[in-house]
């Protein structure tokens, strides 16, 4: 028996070597890690992950390989599930820097997970880069990680000067879920600017409501009744077509303002002809797009079927920072830390990056500078590029 | 047809016998034997590890068997199988069988002079042999660290679904209320904290927890069943949306921030804690009336069991350690938010309870681990994980209605005497 034991670790053995010869890829590889929510409460933001990343590779693949200081080098992709959970996305971001090896990370996305892994990229020295999360604190403090979308106190006083300008409104009031951290915090910023420009009481409705809540109707008949010139309300594809619709149920008649969080192609499924000409703020505009915004969503719904939400547009321009900051090295030495904080001392100094979320440039805190655009729905439920405002 | 079946199990049986007497090789060999033989493989892949995956084609060492990259990239099963063969099985197996006779001895002389002695030593072993194979590859550190808390919160709800056979779905409430008493202890009250605080916080955790315990307790031990579970239910909601309403803790933001203090020995150290206090609490004679009131509320109160204090210790004495779990997850993860705590922590901790088995630390300890680890090893699968784990609990509801390893009294003595007759095990 001992014989038989001995004889199949052999075989085992001269198979793995021969299995491993012609699977195995050679030494000039970059790894990128992508820490996504592929399962969980919100697999269509690890699918956009996904789908763009995919993309990305197969450009690079097309051209034979990233071209860092004059040498091609394969690019491998490891996409690791987060299950949208803090515990996983610490887990997930563990592997990929030891165990992996990843040059570096892109994601995760919201800040739920990026916030925990944001703290293991950066004890571990590793550069990461999420393209969704706007929590403060993931970046703060934290020299090794940065983030693409523009933050929330740069979108609330947006929002608020865009709604005085075009409606001349001066009384505002806000629906918002209290149990979420980004409408929460937007909600927040937005009622701080308009304070600010219209004095204490401007808000004159401030309702709040919480996750999975369906009716509105009394927060909605308060706000009819504050005398506002407009709602600004910071949610999700989910709730702001019910919320449209029981305001237009009630008699509002008045415009409703969203956040960059409405701008997913099933906001205009679910909320029909409700959502007509309505305002939000946002990072790019699907329709009327040009230049290299265009040819990405154009690329995006032949390949997939779908106009890429902001998830896939923002992790697009994510993996162009992280191939323009591998480039800008210079060279790739072989030797991870040297190499990880060559990419970090890079993506530091990049400069007006042209994206197609806009230009932008990092703040020494790792956050972008960079324009919103306001974005209008079309009567035929597109999403109309309508004006830009930089900061 | 027919002929078929017979040969497939004759071949299974044929397998089954040489299963058999491979492993009854090993009847002689004490937990002791075992401990050393991990303890030398893992020191064998510490030194030798990461060139010898390189032979075999691989980057690294396979933090978790293999399990992480043979279901992407399959060409390399045998490899892994190698790999686990030749770093851990061949080196376990030989030390185990050639040490046998010496860690009896060993065993039982421990054992003559102090249980404790003996206990002490086993630990310091199962510390080594865990430190050094953590060693290798950090990722390994923090899935042993995260399935070390699993293990304290399934005993813990153990306590009150297995022992005292109430359906209670606080846990999560618990956990959170831990996770944010020790979070505030160390990131809001102090300014400049030592790690010697830790324990405090910890304690703080629990106690927090308890309370909370005891408030939902108050109420909902009027009724039993189904209605405690909604209630406990209930309670769960109250915590999560009472955090996202304390601006001074962060809201639907989180805490973020918590100082590293959760390190191996010391997650270690809390877990032990919690085995040998919970298994204490369930062997005792407040735990026999804990199962007596399981079995039959009015009997045991006929039989001067005090019923309502009885289950309000148990109650509290499990929130206590859910409380300590989460203030360990919290510095474990350094950040924590109100929606971490919900549903989807409830339905794991659950899982990992009905999973292992009921009644039993043992079971517990089994659920947490063969749980964390199979999520772990699967996440490749992505959506498919949540077929097959779930799957596998369905099977387990089917063929072993309480878990794998229930109503098993966990004593520690029998595990540790010497071995030396060729008894069958257990």
Known sequence: MNKRVVVSILLLLVLSVLLTACGGGGSDVIRIGINAPLTGDNPKVGEGTKYAA???????????????????????????????????????????????????????????????????????????????????????????????????????????????????????????????DYPKGLAEFFKQAWEEKFGEGSVVA????????????????????????????????????????????????????????????????????????????????????????????????????????????????????????????????????????????????????????????????GDPIKCAVIVRISDAGEFEFFKQVCP | MTAQTIQESKKGRRFRLWWQSVWSRFDDVPLLGWLVGALVAVGLEYAVGRPFAQLLGMRKSPALFGFLFILKEPWLIPSAIVYVAVMYILPIAAVAKVTAAVANKTAAAMLRISTLLSVAIHLVLLYAVLHIWTDVLPYRLIVVKLTLIAIVITLSLNVVNGYMGEFSCSHPGFISLGAYGASVVTILLFDDPGPWLFPLALIVGGIVAAIGALLVAIPSFRTRGDYLAIISLAFTFIIKSFMENMEFVGGPRGLGGQPNWASLPVVFVVTIIAIWVINNFVRSILGKALNAVRDNEAAADAMTVNTRRTKM??????????????????????????????????????????????????????GAVSLNLLGEMLRPLEIWKWIVIPLMLILMMIYRPTGLVAFKEFDIVALLQPKKTTKGDE
């Open chain 1, 206 to 365: 401030f309702e709040s409501f919480t996750t999975k809540d369906q009716d509105f109707s009394a927060q909605l008949t308060k706000i009819k009744e504050s005398g506002a010139d407009f709602i600004f309300t910071p949610q999700y594809y989910s709730e702001v077509p019910l919320i449209v619709q029981q305001a237009h149920e009630l008699g509002w008649d008045k415009p409703i303002v969203g956040s960059d969080s409405w701008g997913s192609a099933e906001l205009v499924n679910l909320c029909g002809d409700d959502c007509d000409g309505l305002f939000f703020s946002t990072h790019y505009a699907a329709a009327g797009a040009t230049g290299a915004t265009k040819e990405f969503i154009d690329r995006y719904n032949a390949k997939y079927g779908y106009v890429p939400d902001d998830v896939g547009a923002l992790t697009w321009d994510t993996l162009l920072i992280a191939q323009t900051a591998i480039q800008n090295c210079g060279k790739i030495t072989g030797d991870l830390a040297v190499d990880r904080e060559c990419v970090r001392d890079a993506l530091a100094n990049i400069k007006d990056f042209h994206g197609i979320t806009g230009d932008m440039t990092f703040t020494p805190e």
């Open chain 1, 54 to 180: 995919e993309m990305w590779l197969e450009d690079i693949n097309a051209a034979g390989g990233l071209d860092v200081g004059g040498k091609k080098y394969q690019v491998e992709l490891v996409i690791e599930d987060n299950e949208y959970k803090a515990e996983s996305a610490t887990k997930a971001n563990t592997k990929l820097i030891t165990q992996d090896e990843v040059l570096l990370i892109i994601g995760p996305q919201s800040s739920q997970q990026a916030v925990p892994a944001g703290g293991v990229a950066n004890d571990n020295k590793t550069p990461m880069i999420s393209p969704w999360s706007t929590n403060p604190n993931t970046t703060k403090d934290r020299p090794w990680v940065f983030r693409t979308p523009f933050l929330d106190p740069f979108q609330g006083p947006v929002i608020a000067n865009f709604a005085a300008e075009q409606f001349g409104a001066t009384k505002a009031a806000v629906l918002y879920d209290v149990a979420s």
């Open chain 2, 313 to 366: 210790t148990a109650f509290l004495f499990s929130a206590f350690w859910a409380g300590v779990a989460g203030g360990l997850l919290a510095h474990v993860l350094a950040f924590i938010n109100p929606a971490s705590f919900g549903l989807q922590k409830l339905a794991e901790v659950l899982a990992m309870v009905y999973f292992g088995g009921l009644n039993s630390v043992v079971g517990s300890i089994v």
